[in-house]
């Protein structure tokens, strides 16, 4: 599919029926609380919220509460919403690549962030991940560029990883025209990047982070018209001394079967097995996938 895509038509509105009367009991119902919710929907937001905070890598963190950049971006970007959160990619139609630097530098600590995806998900790349102020954040062409060097870290929506221009098979392509949730943790401590797809763990897809001297920043990108993301569930947690000793002892061990034959306590073997990633080795794409996935570069 091309990323450039006439507007859709809107659906006709459906006309609304007029309410029945309300009875006594549904008008107890609807009375409000101080919070301006009634009692059921205030249970549920704080079921949602509880819900949210246990599939959040980082619920023991705090709220960490960044926004994207006005300065860093490319001109086919528009913010908007609460606190400038969400970010609209070619608001008319698309005729190169667009990205946008958050405003958060990473580094030294562990973040997670989570982008909820518009259903316009097609075209030739739509990019999550990292970068240093050196990334470039719009091209003139449709192509990966979160990745293409060495200043960028970046997962596509067909499921390749790109960094120095290589591409690595990571996970299954993305649904296209379906919307979707993409959450990103970045640990500065291990060197690694991680990413999730709507709530599910796809592994460590990038290591070796903690050696980047330069500050590394949140970056999107897409060459899709029309598409928008928004950043939510944004989470930092303190780094501890304890976490920063596991971090060396792991580059040392590496594998489970190397944490057993210390028979430590169970409960120090848990905390050492915790960053550990049993994935296979990736596999670089072959030019037969290669082709496949650029398909649509020339439109």
Request: charged content about 25%; some cysteine; proline content about 4%.
């Amino acid at each position: 599919m091309s990323d450039v895509e006439l507007e859709q038509q809107q659906p006709q509105q459906m006309l609304a029926q007029t309410p029945p009367p309300p009875t006594r009991r549904r008008r107890q119902a609807h009375s409000r609380c101080d919070g301006g919710y009634t009692g059921v929907q205030e249970k549920r937001s704080q079921q949602a919220l509880a819900d949210q905070l246990s599939s959040c890598p980082l619920r023991h963190g705090v709220e960490d509460d960044w926004t994207w950049s006005k300065r860093y971006r490319s001109k086919e970007v528009v913010l908007s919403g609460l606190n400038s959160r969400t970010v609209h990619f070619h608001p008319n139609w698309s005729k190169g690549t667009a990205g946008i630097q958050g405003k958060r530098a990473l580094n030294n600590g562990r973040y997670y962030w989570e982008l909820h995806v518009s259903q316009r998900v097609f075209g030739t790349s739509i990019m999550f991940g990292i970068g240093t102020r050196s990334c470039r954040l719009h091209a003139n062409a449709f192509r990966n560029m979160l990745g293409e060097n060495e200043h960028g870290w970046g997962l596509s929506h067909k499921g390749i990883l790109w960094h120095k221009g290589v591409a690595l098979v990571y996970t299954k392509g993305f649904r296209e025209n379906h919307p979707t949730q993409i959450g990103v943790l970045y640990d500065g401590i291990e060197g690694t990047l991680t990413y999730y797809k709507d709530g599910k763990c796809l592994g460590v897809a990038f290591r070796g982070l903690d050696k980047v001297n330069e500050p590394l920043y949140p970056i999107v990108c897409s060459t899709a018209a029309k598409t928008e993301m928004t950043l939510k569930c944004a989470r930092r947690e303190f780094v501890n001394l304890q976490d920063r000793c596991r971090a060396v002892i792991m580059r040392r061990l590496r594998t489970a079967g190397n944490v057993e034959k210390l028979k430590l306590p169970l409960s120090i073997s848990e905390y050492l097995g915790e960053v550990i990633d049993d994935m296979e080795p990736l596999r670089q794409v072959n030019e037969q996938e290669m082709c496949m996935i650029n398909y649509d570069l020339e439109v």
